[in-house]
């Protein structure tokens, strides 16, 4: 819990990186970012927003492609909303949003039951169900509490009925949305960091990580591999039987098994998984390799290429491919 609460603080921190100058700029740019002018502001959070459109829009693929294979998929509506009470500079958040309160519309995956229901980005979002989102305490301490009290709020209803109501503000009445299965898993972009990463229940991507820089279907190949260490319930598999170095190669083993059968299901080239490694490896797995937590990157790349005769052998009529 102390990890996740740290890494959602940096994430709602977001707002220090939104408008800092470059990805590498140090904490005390976010203190001085305040003073940013307008448009450099708006410029900033507009890049924010189109790598968590990016994230969000790989995220729901796989995770929605692969539902048929998950047990008990939740049902999720491709919403990303933020709270400007988080951020430093609440108006400055308010006037890009062109918002009088504190909740929008952050990112709305294509496609998805949000957007079919008409949410875009930068709605101000004024109540959850029954719920005045005006209503709810900000803590001081962690501001980034409230969001997530409305994320689960979200969550609960859709446990609970598969729809939600979600009321913006220019709207007079309600919009519901009808939830559709998905895997369990969120995505989220972890601002000054340069890794990825997973626990129980969210893939942390750094900013900085290098392969947003890569073509899509690559960087979907590392969303994979941390999206199936939630699948295989690989964090509470590890609290149960000790994280030694043996036991976290080997569930790094099985999560590289599986991404490219993800990658398959949610219409990505599998070998995009092999292609990764490859332009990652010799550059990046120097340092893994070395701690022999994970194999050597050519050895990773192996393991994922006996996966994809498989794969091809278990594709049915439809384009899936069961990885049970």
Not at 18 to 44: G, R
Not at 107 to 113: E, I, K, L, Q
Not at 200 to 213: C, K, N, P, Q
Not at 223 to 242: F, R, V, Y
């Amino acid at each position: 819990m102390k990890m996740r609460r740290l890494a959602m603080a940096l994430l709602l921190a977001v707002s220090g990186v939104a408008w800092v100058p470059s990805a590498s700029a140090s904490d005390n740019n976010a203190t001085k970012a305040a003073d940013a002018p307008a448009d450099e502001f708006a410029v900033q959070f507009g890049k924010l927003r189109a790598q968590d459109d990016y994230l969000q829009k790989i995220g729901w693929r796989l995770r929605t492609g692969n539902a048929a294979f998950c047990s008990r998929p939740p049902a999720d509506i491709g919403l990303m909303l933020q709270d400007a009470a988080a951020y430093p500079d609440i108006s400055a958040v308010r006037r890009v949003n062109a918002v009088n309160g504190d909740f929008f519309v952050h990112s709305v995956v294509p496609g998805s039951p949000a957007e079919l229901a008409g949410l875009k980005p930068a709605m101000e979002v004024v109540s959850v169900g029954s719920t005045e989102l005006a209503s709810l305490d900000v803590d001081a301490k962690e501001k980034w509490r409230r969001l997530e009290t409305v994320n689960a709020m979200i969550r609960s209803e859709l446990a609970e009925t598969g729809t939600v109501y979600v009321t913006v503000s220019h709207l007079q009445k309600p919009v519901e949305i009808r939830g559709i299965a998905a895997c369990p898993g969120r995505f989220e972009l972890i601002t000054g960091l340069g890794t990825a990463s997973a626990n129980r229940e969210r893939v942390a991507i750094g900013s900085d990580f290098v392969g947003l820089s890569y073509p899509e279907e690559e960087f979907a190949a590392v969303l994979a591999h941390e999206l199936a260490h939630i699948l295989l319930q690989h964090p509470d598999w590890l609290d149960a039987n000790g994280r030694g170095r043996q036991n976290v190669r080997n569930t790094e083993r099985e999560a590289d098994q599986l991404m490219p059968w993800l990658l398959a299901n949610a219409g990505y080239d599998p070998a995009a998984a092999v292609r990764f490694m490859k332009r990652w490896g010799p550059k990046h797995s120097g340092g893994l390799f070395r701690k022999r937590t994970h194999d050597g990157w050519d050895e990773r790349a192996e393991t994922i290429e006996q996966q994809l005769p498989l794969i091809k052998a278990a594709t049915n009529d439809q384009g899936q491919a069961d990885w049970r």
